[in-house]
């Protein structure tokens, strides 16, 4: 029987986004572009499959790849008023079925999980006798990520990274196997496992125990994955284990944000979805809500290219959130000048009353950021560098959760919660006016302040929510990291600011070399460099701002010229500047030495 409020659930829809929630059962395929609502539309699927009657919620596991949108799921569904359904990263879910199962199916307890691959794969390359530098070794413990999330073995590695053309750090494919061969030997006598190997774990149990998976399948009938182009061989092979041969599965995911292929990822899951589950519906997400008609169709232009055709089999958006200022790219003589170039442009716009926390300069690699953080604290400018410090790991947070959590007892809903928690973390340093500058005191500030908002939004979705709730909250926030917003600009790499979005958006350093990045030598590469630069244009709702620089340093030659990609696509751009680069050969792997007596390999 229906809930009365289940078609109240579609009636907030668009009609396409109507289309994926009115239909909670069957397999189905959804193609959504940068901003089109998938997240709604996916939580109001599910909503209404719970509204409706058709499934239960505890029945339900959505996966995703980050914390934070796990977080951001599980409290949608809360304001939907929707319980019991498991919003989970791919590792959070497995984890949590290993350390049940394990006990029952292996014996004992669960192994501890290695905070870092660094000290075992530095011991794997001392024993082989490899002299690699520290970042080999970094590189070295990426190389045993990707051949994991491709399900690969000492054994299998060597010929799957030749056919990928891999290059191992300072080996070659046969010396990197032997370095694979070590590390596991080492994690065994240490009685340890990684990160990966909690998907391979997971998986091994679920194939070779009958009950686990009867239990798992039992528990869990119907599937949602959000970022289905960014799953890879091992989590693709995990979620079938799960299905255990059913179809009840909904993934949503774009081909044109398909970024992370050097992690294994592929968007060949997402493109083969029908002929895996066959009958499955597609449906596709096209009105973007986040940018104006201007930042949209520098985005549609981009992903057309040269030849003026649909790329990736991704959508063409339709803008929805009106007119705006034309995207602007701005050349400048050196790095430096960009740096304070775009510094002096962010300060103009906060004093514009543009809030800081809606500002972000985008870049490609994490070297860049620097001379950015030195312009912005010249000018006293507020800033955070996404991927650093952890929210719920500074030490002003700990101690506001600490007063926060003294405070529950004492609760007697005589004052009402937010004026309740302002009071108390005034005792941790809060006040109702950001203090003058920046530095520490202004960073402690704004991360008790991202707490006072907070409460604010818990309010919209449990208007009779009181302290003990809101510990609650902040305990499950920091279990998945989904930190608050905090005031400041946002600095991150393109990679990380997948996902966000921004009024104020600088796209720096648009310059060949760059963007793209100089190592992309094949067309393969050079097209994933294409939806990288998509993804970053696509962050900004309202104001869109790409620079570069003629020079590295100030008086050096200006050799540099803007991205081939903005050619034809934004004034100001040489259209002939850069052409696609001819597909180069791979480079040819080292060729293991050999012993001059006994022919052995060294």
Request: charged letters at 25%; glycine letters at 8%.
């Given at each position: 029987?229906?809930?009365p409020?289940a078609?109240?659930?579609?009636?907030?829809?668009d009609?396409?986004?109507r289309?994926?929630?009115a239909?909670p059962l069957?397999?189905?395929?959804v193609?959504?572009?940068?901003?089109?609502g998938?997240?709604?539309?996916?939580?109001?699927?599910?909503?209404?499959?719970v509204r409706?009657?058709?499934?239960?919620?505890?029945h339900?596991l959505a996966?995703?790849f980050t914390?934070?949108?796990?977080?951001?799921?599980?409290?949608?569904?809360?304001?939907?008023?929707?319980s019991g359904?498991?919003?989970r990263?791919?590792h959070?879910?497995?984890?949590r079925q290993l350390?049940?199962f394990?006990p029952a199916?292996?014996?004992?307890?669960?192994?501890?999980?290695?905070p870092?691959?660094?000290?075992?794969?530095a011991e794997?390359?001392g024993?082989?006798?490899?002299?690699l530098?520290?970042?080999?070794?970094?590189?070295a413990?990426a190389e045993?990520?990707?051949?994991?999330?491709?399900?690969?073995t000492?054994?299998?590695?060597?010929a799957?990274?030749?056919r990928?053309?891999?290059?191992?750090?300072?080996?070659?494919?046969?010396?990197?196997?032997?370095?694979?061969?070590?590390?596991e030997?080492?994690k065994?006598e240490?009685g340890?496992?990684?990160?990966?190997?909690v998907?391979?774990?997971?998986l091994?149990?679920?194939r070779?125990?009958?009950r686990m998976?009867?239990?798992?399948?039992g528990q869990?009938r119907?599937?949602v994955?959000?970022e289905?182009q960014?799953v890879?061989?091992?989590?693709?092979?995990?979620?079938?284990?799960?299905?255990?041969?059913r179809?009840?599965?909904?993934?949503v995911?774009?081909?044109?944000?398909?970024?992370y292929?050097?992690?294994?990822?592929?968007a060949?899951h997402?493109?083969?979805f029908?002929?895996?589950?066959?009958g499955?519906?597609?449906?596709e997400l096209v009105?973007?809500?986040?940018?104006?008609t201007?930042?949209?169709?520098?985005?549609?232009?981009?992903?057309r290219?040269?030849?003026g055709?649909?790329r990736?089999?991704?959508?063409?958006?339709?803008a929805?959130?009106g007119?705006g200022?034309e995207?602007?790219?701005?050349?400048?003589d050196?790095d430096?000048a960009?740096?304070?170039?775009v510094?002096a442009l962010i300060e103009?716009?906060?004093?514009?009353g543009t809030?800081?926390r809606?500002?972000a300069?985008?870049f490609?690699?994490?070297g860049?950021s620097?001379a950015?953080?030195?312009?912005?604290s010249e000018r006293g400018v507020?800033?955070?560098i996404?991927?650093?410090?952890r929210f719920?790991?500074?030490?002003?947070v700990?101690e506001a959760t600490v007063?926060?959590?003294?405070?529950?007892r004492s609760?007697?809903?005589s004052?009402?919660?937010?004026?309740?928690v302002?009071s108390?973390?005034?005792g941790?340093?809060?006040?109702?006016n950001?203090?003058?500058?920046g530095g520490?005191?202004?960073?402690r500030w704004?991360s008790?302040?991202?707490?006072?908002?907070?409460?604010?939004?818990?309010?919209v979705g449990?208007?009779?929510?009181?302290l003990?709730?809101?510990v609650?909250?902040?305990d499950?926030?920091a279990?998945a990291?989904h930190a608050p917003s905090v005031?400041?600009?946002t600095?991150a790499s393109l990679?990380?600011?997948?996902?966000?979005e921004?009024d104020l958006v600088v796209?720096?350093g648009?310059s060949?070399?760059?963007?793209?990045i100089i190592?992309?030598e094949?067309?393969?590469?050079?097209d994933e460099e294409?939806?990288?630069?998509y993804?970053?244009?696509?962050?900004?709702?309202?104001e869109?701002?790409?620079?570069?620089?003629?020079a590295k340093?100030a008086?050096g030659r200006?050799?540099r010229r803007?991205?081939?990609f903005?050619?034809?696509?934004?004034?100001?751009?040489?259209?002939s500047g850069?052409r696609?680069p001819?597909?180069?050969?791979?480079k040819?792997?080292?060729?293991p030495?050999?012993?001059?007596?006994?022919?052995?390999?060294l």
């Open positions: 029987m229906a809930f409020d078609d109240a659930i579609l009636a907030a829809l009609p396409e986004q289309e994926v929630a239909a069957g397999p189905m395929r193609i959504a572009g940068a901003g089109t998938k997240t709604r539309a996916i939580t109001h699927r599910i909503a209404y499959g409706a009657g058709v499934y239960a919620g505890p339900v996966l995703t914390a934070r949108a796990a977080g951001e799921m599980r409290t949608r569904l809360r304001d939907l008023r929707v359904v498991q919003a990263t791919f959070a879910a497995a984890l350390h049940f394990w199916v292996v014996g004992g307890a669960a192994p501890e999980i290695m870092s691959k660094a000290a075992a794969v794997a390359s024993r082989l006798r490899l002299r530098s520290r970042d080999e070794l970094r590189d413990a045993i990520e990707w051949a994991k999330a491709g399900t690969l000492a054994e299998t590695y060597a799957a990274a030749t990928a053309r891999r290059t191992p750090p300072g080996m070659d494919v046969t010396a990197m196997a032997r370095l694979i061969a070590t590390y030997e080492i065994g240490r340890v496992i990684d990160f990966e190997d998907l391979l774990v997971t091994g149990m679920l070779s125990d009958a998976a009867e239990t798992v399948r869990y119907h599937f994955v959000d289905y960014d890879n061989a091992l989590q693709q092979a995990l979620l079938l284990a799960w299905l255990g041969g179809h009840e599965l909904c993934v995911g774009d081909p044109s944000q398909t970024i292929s050097f992690t294994g990822a592929s060949d997402l493109r083969d029908p002929r895996v589950h066959p499955a519906a597609t449906r009105r973007n809500y986040r940018s104006t201007p930042i949209v169709a520098l985005a549609n232009g981009l992903a290219g040269p030849s055709s649909r990736w089999g991704g959508v063409e958006l339709q929805q959130a007119l200022p995207p602007v790219l701005t050349a400048y050196d430096l960009e740096a304070n170039g510094a103009r716009a906060i004093a514009g809030p800081a809606q500002i300069i985008l490609r690699t994490n860049q620097e950015f953080e030195a312009a912005l507020p800033y955070l996404r991927g650093g410090e719920f790991q500074r030490r002003e700990r007063l926060l959590r003294g405070g529950v609760d007697d809903s004052v009402e919660l937010p004026e309740l302002r108390i973390l005034t941790a340093g809060w006040g109702p950001a203090p003058a500058g520490a005191a202004r960073q704004e008790l302040d991202a707490l006072v908002l907070l409460v604010d939004q818990l309010l449990m208007p009779a929510a009181r003990a709730d809101f609650r909250e902040l499950e926030r279990a990291q005031d400041g600009v600095l990679h990380a600011a997948k996902g966000l921004w796209l720096a648009v060949e070399g760059l963007i793209p190592m992309a094949t067309h393969a590469e050079v294409r939806r990288l630069l993804v970053g244009i696509t962050r900004a709702r309202r869109l701002h790409l620079t570069w620089a003629r340093v008086g200006a050799a803007p991205s081939r903005l050619g034809g696509v934004i004034e100001g751009a040489n259209a850069g696609e001819r597909e180069r050969k791979p040819q792997a080292k060729r030495a050999h012993c001059r007596t006994c022919a052995a390999p």
